[in-house]
């Protein structure tokens, strides 16, 4: 079984789709499985991460920011690939160094997540985008 999300973004930061899967998964009728994500864009990840505080998302978002910086940051001085914007190819690294994709166990008809997991599209990019994720189960 398949479908795609699409998941519109505000700009750089993390997006929870948590009950968009469970209520898919739950739809599906399927009470054993493996759920398969794959984000389709090259400048966004996939994470599974805390969602009871809202803290958790803003600071890893800073993180990564202080972590790999706008291309107009000294620092990033190296680049070369910046005619898409100052936070284009910072966006590339992310992705790069984060999931893309995520396996979740499926048991009892609800993806297997621990109390406070959340499954997140994390935007790094600073415009809004539309993203698609990619969901297979079986």
Known sequence: MQTEF???TRGAGLYEFT?????WVRGSGLREGLLTLFVRH?????????????????DLHAFFRRLVPPSTDPSMSYLR???EGPDDMPAH???ALLPVSLSIPVASGAPVLGTWQGIYL???RDAPHRRRVAAHLA
């Open 93 to 95: 690294i992310k992705a």
């Open 6 to 8: 699409t998941i519109a």
């Open 81 to 83: 690939h910046t005619y």
């Open 42 to 58: 090259t400048s966004c990840s996939l994470v599974v991460q805390e969602n009871a505080d809202p803290e958790v998302q803003t």
């Open 122 to 124: 994390f935007e790094h």
């Open 19 to 23: 009950s968009d899967l469970r209520g």
